[in-house]
């Protein structure tokens, strides 16, 4: 049913970002990038894709970080485009995906207030998609009682805080708790609003939305192994969305190491495969360069089991996540007439973005031996 009618208010804009996907970096391009000697050679090659002369006006030598920010603002560009043409119900679903980022400025923001910095500095480090109109309100509050309060009032966030967050709770310690009990409030929210849409645009969206609210489980209960976060408050940050509630949450909240992780996400077979030591397939860093072709969590290959229980550590398994992430947003992109494609261009185009600047990176620091350490998007 919704094949005759999504036309009507959205069929221009999935026509604009499915053109947007059709720019993003192919496998070809990202050799020819490897290949670069210099940022300026580097600078060169990207002005042959869609990125075209956006470094055109920039001085040498060129900073990594100019180069992340200008690529940064091109998306910003291209999705307040979106934003700006979109109604309802795409205009709030776009508006949902910039909660994520709101959550990350606000938590800066309430990190520089406690170590008394200017707030205004801060407000140049926040993520551009995260900015809204009454973010300089919260530049006027010089405790964190009133920043508290002032985030209750001004920002969109203020139903995840009064709902999860209290002004006592606001210290150095429960900073990264608060974090991600928003997220959970936030993810759980944004999969009530997309299952209210029904459709295609429900069941992508969940299955991308249920990986990620798994992937946060996982990385809280891993990180949290050694610190005085204790199960039951660890439980209370899982969100309840995902594919291994309740069974798989409820093994997490118990679980004192790498092994019960992995017994924990036993059951389901995508994520086996994040801890699966016997693929032998080498190195992380070779795997990640060539074959972007392959879109599944075994492109990383063998994580190799030390002595923590899982090889390479944490930065191994988090490469895992990208690249399944990766393969859930091109799935995204099978389906007509749904939202969830303006979703996965956003996160596509971010690893994008990561990708070039590492291999940027690579280049200014002359590390031509991990120059290949990234995940191909297509």
Known sequence: MEALFFNVSGGFLEGIVRGYKAGLLTQN?????????????????????????????????????????????????????????????????????????????????????????????????????????????????????????????????????????????????????????????????????CQSLGGPTAEVMHRILAFEADRRAINITINSFGTQLSKEQRAKLFPTIGRLFPEGNNALARADDIDQVRQACEPVAEYRAFFDAGSGRGNGAAARGGGGSESTANLLGDLGVGEDGLGGGAADLEDRFFVHEVHLNKLAFLQQFQYAVFYSYIKLKEQEIRSVTWIAECIAQNARDRIHDFIPTF
Do not use: W
């Open 29 to 193: 391009q990202y050799n020819n990038l490897t290949q670069c000697e210099t940022i300026e050679d580097f600078r060169t090659q990207l002005s042959a894709t869609d990125y075209g002369n956006f470094l055109a006006n920039e001085p040498l030598p060129i900073s990594t970080s100019t180069i992340s920010d200008k690529a940064t603002q091109l998306l910003v560009d291209q999705f307040n485009y979106l934003r700006s043409n979109s109604v309802e119900p795409l205009s709030k679903f776009l508006e949902y995906m910039t909660y994520a980022y709101m959550i990350d400025n606000v938590i800066l923001i309430i990190t520089g207030t406690l170590h008394g910095r200017n707030t205004n500095e801060l407000l140049q480090r926040c993520h551009p998609l995260g900015i809204f109109d009454t973010m300089p309100a919260l530049c006027v509050a010089t405790n964190v009682e009133e920043l508290y309060h002032t985030v209750l009032v001004e920002t969109p966030l203020a139903p995840y805080f009064r709902d999860s967050v209290t002004a006592a709770d606001l210290d150095d310690l429960n900073i990264e708790i608060i974090r991600n009990t928003l997220y959970k409030a936030y993810l759980e929210d944004f999969d009530a609003f």
